[in-house]
């Protein structure tokens, strides 16, 4: 089975930064395109950001200029680098991916358990 763990977030005051972290585990032959997406209280889940298996990348208009993801491909990690945090950041923070397992053909999506960013003073 393949597991994605994220990592990283918790309580930045309003201009902090935090990056997070999302590790891809398991029986991984390949990993495509990987995303962020985050969810405020009260909120649907929104896209934040993804980058390609060959570093192109794209970002949601209200996180542009101020985060910047990256992929580790040896480690199967994704990183979300967030700079001039907003108390309107604070959300659950989920890691998506595409992937596809050992003996398969075609990618399966995949999502992490969250992790909580809280942006206040």
């Known amino acids: 089975q393949v597991q994605l763990v994220e990592s990283g977030g918790g309580l930045v005051q309003p201009g902090g930064s935090l990056r997070l972290s999302c590790a891809a585990s398991?029986?991984?032959?390949?990993?495509?395109?990987m995303r962020w997406y985050r969810q405020a209280p009260g909120k649907e889940r929104e896209f934040i950001s993804k980058?390609?298996?060959?570093?192109?990348?794209n970002y949601a208009d209200s996180v542009k200029g101020r985060t910047t993801i990256s992929r580790d491909n040896a480690k199967n990690t994704v990183y979300l680098q967030m700079n001039s945090l907003k108390p309107e950041d604070t959300a659950v923070y989920y890691c998506?991916?595409?992937?596809?397992?050992?003996?398969?053909?075609?990618?399966?999506?995949?999502w992490g358990k969250g992790t909580l960013v809280t942006v206040s003073s």
């Open positions: 998506h991916a595409d992937i596809v397992v050992t003996g398969r053909s075609n990618a399966m999506e995949y």
């Open positions: 980058i390609t298996n060959i570093g192109s990348t």
């Open positions: 398991g029986s991984i032959f390949r990993i495509n395109t």
